[in-house]
């Protein structure tokens, strides 16, 4: 039976855990009878919830990111796992040391301000929380711990300059990005820059294209793998897993490009001068930059043309449904997340047509025959 004795002037708990163990702990000094009888309380509610564990088996919190990283390993691609391992090394020295059951949410709430503090870059703060969340979710589903601090603790707000998800967006004309694609006078790299700014695909999976995955009689692009690090994926998501519209002149300059495209074992839609997949780096150093400071622009990343397709698409009015889907996000919440500071917020032509829609006429001509009987009277 659990119990609190005074022994030497200081408080001492005596009771079993869940697996019939002894457990003592010797209160610190000054600790008052209600204070004991309250601890004693709480670890009695965590055996009968059998989530509780003696204070030198509680593992700190750099072996728990060791167990979570090693369980994590064969689940997911090994870029992601380095990315997490990385982050894990570089980022979390506060935390390392630390009782993972002495982790609350001001502890998590104290780490997120003191790299605000430091300048953070916003993307890297929330891949920062988002690995920290799972390590901690890790601790809970192992009755390391009972509750997620990460869960409850306030996340970081967007800076100043950054989009909502820390996404930085640029605004180019149509002149100006007729002008980066012409600047391309490779066949194979101009059509490559003009896939990206006309369907919105990943630099990954334009990389990985087969001619099997275009379809010339319906005018489509199947996204079907992603090319990474030497290595051939499936997409990320099944909403990855997708067919892409093409407009007739992206049509046309492919059908021109597969009848000048060299001959390769993996049937390539842009292969490397010896067959194999591009090498990202290399493409975009010695074409994309080089086109870009052609057209005399500067700043751009290749990942901005997928940003900058959606942009155009959002201003002509088209469905985030159908947005979601050409980019192949998982869900058309992420869609409007990242872009839903570009969604016109007014819009007088759109209200003037529901009215019409619905009445028939404008709203000044809607008065009844008997408010016109009356207006004669007064």
């Known amino acids: 039976m659990a119990c609190i004795a005074k022994r030497r ?12 163990k002894r457990y003592r702990k010797t209160l610190k000094a ?16 965590r055996i009968a919830r059998r989530s509780f564990m003696h204070d030198k088996k509680t ?42 059951s002495t ?16 300048g953070m870059n916003l993307n890297t703060l929330r891949r920062i929380i988002c690995t920290l969340n799972q390590i901690m979710a890790y601790a809970v589903r192992h009755r390391f711990i009972e509750s997620n601090p990460v869960r409850d603790a306030e996340r970081p707000k ?12 640029i605004s180019l004309s149509p002149e100006q ?26 630099q990954g999976e334009i990389i990985g294209l087969k001619w099997d995955d275009v379809d010339f009689d319906r005018q489509e692009l199947h996204i079907r793998r992603t090319y990474h690090h030497g290595q051939f994926f499936l997409p990320k ?68 043309l997928r940003h900058l397709h959606a942009s155009y698409l959002i201003e002509q009015g088209e469905s985030i449904t159908y947005i979601q889907h050409r980019l192949g ?20 032509q759109a209200i003037s047509q529901l009215e019409s829609t619905i009445f028939g006429q404008t709203g000044h001509n809607l008065v009844t025959e008997k408010q016109k009987g009356l207006a004669m009277f007064s």
């Open 177 to 202: 990005i007729r002008s980066f694609v012409d600047a391309e006078e490779d066949p194979k790299y101009h059509v490559l820059l003009l896939l990206a700014v006309m369907t919105g695909a990943r």
């Open 329 to 348: 996000h998982a869900d058309p919440s992420i869609t409007l997340k990242v872009y839903s500071h570009l969604l016109q917020k007014n819009n007088p």
């Open 59 to 100: 593992p700190i919190f750099s072996k728990v990111a060791e167990d979570w990283l090693d369980y994590k390993k064969p689940q997911i691609r090994i870029t992601t796992w380095n990315m997490y391992r990385g982050l894990f090394k570089l980022h979390f020295c506060d935390l390392l040391n630390l009782r993972i």
């Open 103 to 118: 982790i609350s949410v001001a502890t998590i709430e104290k780490f997120i301000t003191k790299r605000q503090a430091e």
């Open 30 to 45: 000054g600790t008052t009878k209600s204070e004991a009888r309250k601890e004693l309380r709480e670890i009695e509610d």
């Open 237 to 304: 998501t099944k909403g990855s897993i997708r067919i892409i519209d093409l407009p007739p002149n992206v049509t046309r300059e492919l059908r021109r490009w597969k009848l000048a495209c060299p001959p390769n074992d993996l049937n390539l839609v842009f292969p490397s001068d010896m067959g194999t997949p591009l090498d990202a780096q290399n493409m975009i150093h010695r074409h994309f930059k080089v086109a870009l400071r052609r057209a005399g622009l500067s700043g751009i990343r290749f990942h901005d």
């Open 158 to 169: 967007k800076q100043n300059g950054q989009a909502c998800g820390g996404v930085n967006f």
């Open 9 to 20: 002037g200081r408080y001492v708990i005596d009771c079993y855990d869940q697996h019939g």
